[in-house]
C-alpha cells in the first residue's frame, strides 16, 4: 500500500512582536502553516518575564504547534491525523557574574499524537493522547579556573498502553528522570574535564513489555595548547564500560580511547 504522496506544499506566514516595559518583558508569535493535504493551522507563543531584582526574575511561556506527519508515516498509513501540541512552563532566573541558576515547571499535552506500531508492520498509528510534567533545573557556576554544569530533569511522561489504549503508561523512551553533571579546568595551555551522565529506566516500546535498563556513562577529556593554532586531544568515553541500550537490540560503545590534534586555520 502506498500514500499516493508525489508532492508536498507547506505555505508559512510568521509574526513576532518583543517589548520591554520597565521590568516587564513580553513576546507574542503566530505563526499559519497551509498544508496542501491538511489544511491550515495557525500555532502561536505567548511569554513573559518580571525582574523582582537584577539577579532575580519570573518567567511564564504557554505555546501550542502543529506536527504534520513526516512522508514516510504516511506512506505507512495515509488516515494519519496532524499533531496538535499545547504546552505551558513556569520558574525562574538567578544569575550573578560567576553563577547562574534556572528552575521551571512544565505541562505538555498532545492529541493524535504519531507512533509506530511493531505488531502491525511499523504502520504509523494515531494515539489519543500524551502528556508529560516536570521540573528541570540547571545551573553553572565558576570558581577561578574551574566551570561546573549540572542539569537535572524529573518528569512524568504518559502515554496510552499499546496493548490497551485505555490504560496509561510511562512513555516509550522517555526516563522519568535524567541529567549530568560537567566539570572543566582550564588555563591559557591546556584543558581536562570530566562529564557524567544519568538516566532512570525506559519502557522501549509502547507495544512491549521490554524496560531498557537504567546507566551512568562517565567520560574525561583533556586538550594541550602545543602552539597558538595547534592542540593535542584525548577523551575517554564510557570509562565505566556501562553496558546500556537506548533501543532494544542496538547495543552502545564500551569504553573507548581517542587521540586527536588539532589545528586552527
Not at 128 to 136: A, L, R, T, Y
Not at 200 to 209: A, F, Q
Not at 257 to 262: A, M
Amino acid at each position: 500500500e502506498t500514500s499516493g504522496l508525489s508532492r508536498r506544499k507547506i505555505d508559512s506566514l510568521y509574526a513576532g512582536y518583543l517589548s520591554n516595559f520597565r521590568k516587564l518583558s513580553f513576546q507574542l508569535n503566530l505563526r499559519n502553516d497551509d498544508s496542501n493535504i491538511f489544511g491550515d493551522k495557525t500555532t502561536w507563543f505567548i511569554g513573559a518575564s518580571y525582574e523582582l531584582m537584577p539577579i532575580l526574575s519570573l518567567f511564564a511561556n504557554k505555546s501550542t504547534a502543529f506536527g504534520i506527519p513526516t512522508a514516510y508515516a504516511i506512506s505507512t498509513n495515509p488516515s494519519l491525523l496532524p499533531e496538535d501540541h499545547k504546552s505551558q512552563e513556569i520558574g525562574f532566573n538567578f544569575f550573578t557574574l560567576n553563577n547562574s541558576l534556572r528552575f521551571l515547571f512544565f505541562e505538555s499535552n498532545t492529541n493524535n499524537p504519531i507512533t509506530f506500531d511493531p505488531s502491525d508492520f511499523y504502520m504509523a498509528k494515531n494515539f489519543k493522547s500524551f502528556s508529560n510534567n516536570g521540573v528541570e533545573i540547571s545551573c553553572r557556576s565558576t570558581i577561578k579556573n574551574q566551570i561546573f554544569n549540572f542539569s537535572w530533569t524529573i518528569q512524568n511522561p504518559k502515554t496510552p498502553s499499546g496493548f490497551d489504549p485505555n490504560v496509561s503508561v510511562q512513555s516509550a523512551r522517555r526516563a522519568r528522570s535524567f541529567g549530568s553533571l560537567t566539570w572543566t579546568f582550564l588555563n591559557n595551555f591546556y584543558e581536562i574535564g570530566a562529564k557524567g551522565i544519568y538516566s532512570s529506566s525506559r519502557k522501549d516500546s509502547d507495544y512491549s513489555k521490554i524496560r531498557l535498563k537504567k546507566y551512568f556513562v562517565l567520560s574525561v577529556w583533556t586538550k594541550i595548547n602545543l602552539k597558538k593554532d595547534l592542540a593535542l586531544t584525548f577523551r575517554a568515553g564510557n570509562l565505566t564500560n556501562a553496558k546500556y541500550q537506548l533501543a532494544n537490540g542496538y547495543n552502545t560503545n564500551p569504553s573507548s580511547i581517542y587521540f586527536g590534534l588539532n589545528y586552527d586555520f
